[in-house]
């Protein structure tokens, strides 16, 4: 009898821990669902993952304080874990909803009342529901954490209730499931969820917590009360999350469209960005404009694309000597490389971390919907399928450690990345990675990288200039060009001896290679800025690897221009 009481004791108790270590597992992948996907529609990445991971942390500890107040350990498990799963199911379609509803709300007056939407009021009423809109992850963070720290204190109550006694190595046991059960979740999120719908993401792990509940239930039904409506609960929470499993890709997507000012004609989620083209009619015989986005930031827009690559690209070209080997680091688009192009050069190496992003531009034909895949295929005009060309997916920032190990040198270097605005980016705009372009330049090439702009992002386009110089180039230049779809834009251009890239081009009467939008005179006025532009620039910091100079400078200056246009 003794021997029988010891064996149910026993599975009851590995029960308990490996419903433990199930939870850990569901609260770290909520962790991380909710930060990634806050990242992704508030922009701003690292501040935001590190904001909600920071509050959903402090949360779980007043959660663990406030488990004390549940008076009965059983019955409130068994609440918690629906409530556990309710919000983690359907928290990223509450804030999709909402904030897609605060960005069309103004369309929606406009046209409810018939009024311009250039004389409709800015800031008020309006841009407070707009600020509180984007405050929701983070309050959702703090709500879900919460709850998810009352777990560990409840379950040890429980443990010491089944047994009848106070267990000395109570909290060992628990927390010992508990971080394996996290380090289990890490690695279910990075090797499957990521890959993923973030709502068929949200549903898988919400189905976890309702089978913990469930198998909570059967097994403790004797300690609980009100099993019919806890059942009922469990039951209708399952409806939601098959519901959601199924349909909420396609609804989350109904809202992040409102996100955009143009109707979304195609969205992919990748391993490291989310991918989005949108399409705008301008009706008559007028072509529609689609514009490309990654991660909620423009990449390019079809109607000026051209004036961004053309200035990217042929001032370099323009400059160097020689056009027979070049590389191209970023510019997954292929349309920087389709300038390149035209200067007919031997070989073209190009470095993109993401294949998918690549393939996208590369094969359009098997992604995406025909008409969008004519229009890309007459954008890249099927650079990438030119056998001169040479991709490779890997991090820039370790993949020039490799050509420079082969002792390549190329002619000209094109820095195609997009802005600085996470320190994965930082990286490579530092003086580390800088200087170990210049070895692979020619000793009479030109680099030239995008800085961001120099109205907006003032700090962080001089910090790019100072940058470069301090990685030995003998002479680094800046230049601009206003885009409409950007605004004012800016490069920096560099050589390592002879003469600077100005003074190359200043008797220029024609470039050598067709362009639609760049003539000799655009080219050599872009070198002009106003006269007191760098006036008080000298207190501006050089990037250094880990110093996340520039990052700050970005994010600052962007953050600053959101609070105005607000």
């Known amino acids: 009898m003794l021997n029988s009481k010891k064996i149910k004791l026993l599975i009851d108790d590995s029960l308990l821990i490996l419903i433990m270590a199930t939870l850990a597992c569901c609260g770290l992948i909520y962790e991380y669902l909710l930060s990634h996907y806050s990242a992704r529609i508030l922009g701003s990445v690292e501040t935001v993952i590190y904001a909600i991971i920071g509050i959903m942390i402090v949360s779980m500890g007043l959660g663990a304080f406030a488990a004390k107040r549940v008076k009965d350990a ?14 983690g199911c359907s928290a990223t379609l509450f804030i999709a909803s909402i904030i897609g509803f605060t960005q069309t709300l103004p369309q929606l007056i406009a046209n409810t009342y018939q009024i311009p939407m250039d004389v409709l009021p800015r800031g008020g009423w309006l841009s407070r529901l707009t600020w509180l809109s984007t405050q929701l992850p983070y309050i959702f963070a703090f709500i879900l954490g919460f709850f998810i720290g009352m777990e560990i204190p409840l379950i040890a109550r429980i443990r010491e209730r089944i047994y009848g006694q106070h267990l000395a190595h109570n909290a060992g046991t628990i927390y010992g ?39 909570f239930l059967v097994r403790f039904r004797r300690y609980l ?199 994965d980016l930082n990286k490579l705009y530092s003086v580390n990675f800088y200087y170990r372009l210049n070895h692979l330049l020619n000793a009479d090439g030109v680099m030239v990288v995008q800085s961001t702009s120099p109205f907006h992002a003032k700090n962080a386009f001089v910090s790019i200039a100072k940058t470069v110089k301090k990685a030995h180039f003998k002479f680094v230049e800046q230049y601009h060009e206003n885009i409409p779809s950007f605004g004012e834009w800016g490069w920096t251009i560099a050589t390592k001896q002879a003469k600077p890239v100005s003074s190359r081009l200043q008797n220029l009467d024609k470039i050598k290679v067709p362009t639609t939008w760049l003539t000799p005179d655009l080219l050599q006025s872009s070198f002009v800025f106003n006269k007191d532009y760098y006036k008080n620039t000298e207190k501006v910091k050089v990037n250094y690897l880990g110093s996340n100079q520039l990052y700050f400078y970005h994010q600052t200056a962007w953050e600053r221009e959101t609070e105005f246009s607000d």
């Not at 059983?74 to 919000?87: C, H, K, M, R």
């Not at 792990?205 to 469930?214: C, P, R």
């Not at 370099?316 to 191209?328: G, P, T, Y």
């Open 74 to 87: 059983f019955q409130g498990f068994v609440i918690l874990e629906l409530l556990v799963a309710f919000i």
């Open 177 to 215: 499931a508990d971080y394996i059960g996290a380090g289990v979740g890490a690695a279910i999120w990075v090797v499957f969820m990521l890959k993923i719908e973030i709502s068929q993401a949200a549903a898988l792990t919400a189905s976890l917590n309702l089978v913990a509940g469930f198998i």
């Open 225 to 423: 009360k009100h099993v019919r409506c806890i059942l009922l609960g469990h039951f209708s929470l399952l409806l939601l999350v098959i519901a959601v499993f199924e349909f909420g890709g396609g609804w989350q997507k109904q809202m992040q469209d409102m996100l955009y000012l143009d109707k979304v004609v195609y969205q992919t989620q990748t391993p490291y960005q989310n991918l989005v083209f949108t399409e705008r009619k301008l009706g008559g015989n007028l072509d529609p404009i689609y514009n490309f986005y990654i991660n909620g930031r423009l990449q390019f827009s079809s109607l000026d694309e051209k004036i961004y690559h053309e200035f990217l690209v042929h001032p370099a070209m323009q400059a160097s000597n020689l056009h027979d080997n070049i590389l191209i680091i970023g510019g997954g688009d292929g349309l920087a490389l389709r300038e390149v192009l035209k200067w007919q050069p031997k070989s073209v190496t190009l470095i993109d971390l993401d294949p998918n992003l690549v393939a996208l531009f590369k094969y359009p034909e098997d992604k995406l919907p025909p008409y969008l895949a004519r229009e890309i295929k007459m954008l890249t005009q099927n650079s990438f399928s030119d056998p001169r060309v040479s991709v490779h997916h890997e991090d820039a920032f370790i993949g020039i450690d490799r050509l420079l190990q082969e002792k390549q040198v190329f002619d000209t270097i094109i820095v195609d990345l997009p802005d600085p605005s996470h320190p």
